[in-house]
């Protein structure tokens, strides 16, 4: 899998095709089943490189500034965009206290990417905040 969309767009990795021989590095870093012979039922695991994956790698970073952009154009103003945020990655409104922590989140980082001198800073914060959501329990587990 590359950090670049396909002439179909994204795909998801359950549907590209895959060698035996060949295992593709991202599915090993969320524990791949063996696939000698095929695997029929899964065991739940949870390997240390998957929240370090999710943390650090540059496509989660690229998607996440993507999601942003793509929210802020569904949405105008902080509250609307955060609560779309929470609805499209967690499946769910943000409860009034992560609201009022979010937002005030948003605002602190906007702060500080003025103060730095950089561009874009309501869409920087805001890929901020999409990336926390990302790498929440809300999104990795299904209650």
Known sequence: MTGEPGEGGWRRSVYIQQRRKHMMTLLE???LPAMNPNCVTRINSTVVQQPLFLLHDKVVHNLTRKLATDLQKE???IEPVVK???ERIVN????VAELKQTVAAMKGLEAEYTKAGKDGQRNKALAEVCHALFNSAAFLYID
């Open 75 to 77: 949405a105008q103003g």
């Open 84 to 86: 779309l945020a929470f």
């Open 29 to 31: 870093t969320f524990d």
């Open 92 to 95: 769910r409104p943000p409860t």
